[in-house]
């Protein structure tokens, strides 16, 4: 299965890493690492997590406080999202007209 990030969600990866990173060594690294796994996860079972809108998904990271909203396109994970879980909920719903389209 092909991932597929929406430019704003991979910003957010970004960011997230960079702060991580200022934080303490290595921890960027870490939350790629769980980035990674979610994805891997996802990628395997793509129907598992939790349907949030309709045939919009999120699944939440193992060790950071994250949560992965996508949505499935064919044969193509389209993460939306790499939304922290204790800040403002649902930011990431005007995304699904402008970029999914």
Same mark, same amino acid.
């Given at each position: ?7 704003? %969600? /991979?910003?957010?990866?970004?960011? %997230?890493?960079?702060w991580?990173?200022?934080?303490? /060594? ?11 796994? *979610?994805?891997?996860?996802? %990628? %395997?079972?793509?129907?598992?997590? *939790?349907? =949030? ?8 990271? *193992? ?14 994970l389209? =993460?939306?999202a ?9 930011y ?10």
């Open positions: 299965m092909k991932i597929r990030f929406l430019k704003l %969600a /991979q910003s957010e990866v970004d960011d %997230a890493v960079e991580y990173d200022s934080q303490s /060594q290595d921890l960027g690294t870490r939350f790629l690492d769980d980035l990674d796994r *979610t994805i891997r996860r996802i %990628a %395997a079972f793509p129907l598992s997590c *939790t349907e =949030i809108e309709p045939d919009i998904r999120r699944c939440l990271l *193992t060790r950071f406080p994250y949560g992965l909203i996508y949505g499935i396109d064919s044969d193509t389209v =993460i939306i790499v939304a922290h879980l204790h800040r403002k909920p649902r990431w719903i005007d995304r699904l007209h402008s970029e999914m389209e």
